[in-house]
C-alpha cells in the first residue's frame, strides 16, 4: 500500500494536534497521520500506509512471538518513526491487538519496541478493540442506515459491534481470523476439500451462537481491515489503496463468493498473479471463507467497505481528548 498524502508535510496550524496513530495486528500493521481539528471535531487523513509483518505467525500453537517476528515489527516501527518525524507529527499512539495480547511474551515485545523504537504500544483487550474499531469505522459519515453492523476480520479475530450513531449496543471479540484459520485449518494451499469444509462448520457454529445478539444489524453491515479491503480492490480492479475508490464501496455476496471459488481452487503464485499482494496472498482464502460464512449466515446481502477501522477509532479517541 503506497503512502498517500494529502497536504504539505509541514502544514500544521494552532488548531489542529498532528497525530500518529499505528494498529499493530496479527499480519499487518497499519499507520495513519492525520490533523485533528480542535473546532470541528474531526480528522483529517494526511496518509495512510501499512506494512505486512506477520507479528502472530505461530501464535495461535505458541503463544509467543518468535524472534523473526518481533524483528519485522521493530524495523516497521522505526520506519513509521521517521515516517512521524518527517511529518512533523505530535504525537504517536499505538495500539497491539490479537497476536500481542495472546502472546505470553508480550511485555518482552512491548519492552523491545519501546527500547528500540521509543514507541510505548497500548496492548488492547477484545472488547476494547471492538469499540475502538466501530467508532474508527464510522468516523465522517452521517447517512448510515441505523442500527448498524461493524465486522472486523482480521488476522488473529474478528469483531462484531452493533450500535447506532448514539453508541454501541453489544459488542465481542471473536477467536477467528485469517492467520489463526489458516494455521489451524489449511495444511497446504489450495486447501484441500477435508479441511475446507471443516475450517467452514467451525466458522458456522462459531457465527450461529452470534445470531440472537447481531441479527438487527443485517441489512447495514460495514466492513474493516485487510482481508475485506482485498476483496474490494479486486472486484475494481485495484492494484493500490485508493481510499475514495474504496470508502463506501458495497461488496455484495456473490462478489465474495466468487472470489472465494477462485482462492481455494489455486496455488498462492496464481492468487498473487491475479492481483493480491504477496503477504496476505496465503491466508486471504481464509479470510474471505471467515467473510462468505458470516454473510451467508447472517443473511447479509452486501457489505459497506470503512476503509478506516481501529487507527481513525485511536485518533478520534486523541479527539475526543482534546
Given amino acids: ?19 500518529a496513530t499505528i494498529d499493530i495486528g496479527t499480519n499487518t500493521a497499519l499507520l495513519l497521520i492525520a490533523d485533528l481539528d480542535k473546532e470541528t471535531r474531526s480528522i483529517r487523513a494526511l496518509c495512510n500506509h501499512h506494512e505486512i509483518i506477520r507479528l502472530g505467525k505461530g501464535v495461535d500453537k505458541e503463544r509467543r512471538i518468535n524472534g523473526e517476528a518481533i524483528e519485522r515489527l521493530v524495523n516497521c ?9 518527517r511529518y512533523r507529527v505530535e504525537t504517536i499512539r499505538a495500539v497491539a491487538t490479537s497476536a500481542v495480547r495472546d502472546a505470553q511474551n508480550r511485555e518482552e515485545v512491548l519492552a523491545i519496541a519501546k527500547s528500540e523504537c521509543g514507541i510505548e504500544i497500548e496492548p ?21 442506515p441505523e442500527p448498524f453492523l461493524v465486522i472486523d476480520i482480521g488476522g488473529g479475530s474478528t469483531e462484531l459491534i452493533l450500535g447506532d450513531y448514539g453508541g454501541i449496543w453489544d459488542k465481542t471479540s471473536l477467536d477467528i481470523g485469517s492467520v489463526r484459520l489458516t494455521e489451524r485449518f489449511f495444511k497446504s494451499h489450495p486447501p484441500d476439500a477435508p479441511c475446507f469444509n471443516e475450517a467452514r462448520r467451525f466458522l458456522a457454529e462459531t457465527f450461529a451462537k452470534e445470531i440472537s445478539r447481531f441479527i438487527a444489524g443485517r441489512e447495514s453491515v460495514v466492513g474493516v481491515a ?8 479486486r472486484a475494481q480492479g485495484l492494484r493500490a489503496f ?33 492481483g493480491t499482494e504477496p503477504g496476505r496472498a496465503d491466508i486471504i482464502t481464509a479470510g474471505a471463507l471467515i467473510l462468505w460464512e458470516f454473510m451467508r449466515v447472517f443473511g447479509a446481502k452486501r457489505i459497506t467497505v470503512s476503509a478506516q477501522g481501529l487507527r481513525y477509532g485511536v485518533a478520534a479517541r486523541e479527539l475526543r481528548r482534546l
Fill in 1 to 19: 500500500m503506497d503512502l498517500r498524502a494529502r497536504s504539505s508535510p509541514n502544514h500544521i496550524t494552532r488548531e489542529t494536534l498532528r497525530i
Fill in 77 to 85: 516501527l522505526r520506519f513509521y518513526r521517521s515516517f512521524a518525524e
Fill in 124 to 144: 488492547l483487550s477484545g472488547e476494547a478493540e471492538a469499540e475502538l474499531t466501530f467508532q474508527g469505522a464510522i468516523a465522517g459519515w452521517n447517512d448510515l
Fill in 226 to 233: 485487510g482481508t475485506i479491503i482485498s476483496l474490494a480492490q
Fill in 242 to 274: 485508493d481510499d475514495e475508490k474504496l470508502h463506501g464501496y458495497a461488496l455484495s455476496h456473490s462478489i465474495v463468493d466468487s472470489e472465494l471459488d477462485f482462492f481455494k481452487s489455486h496455488r498462492i503464485e496464481e492468487i498473487i498473479e491475479s
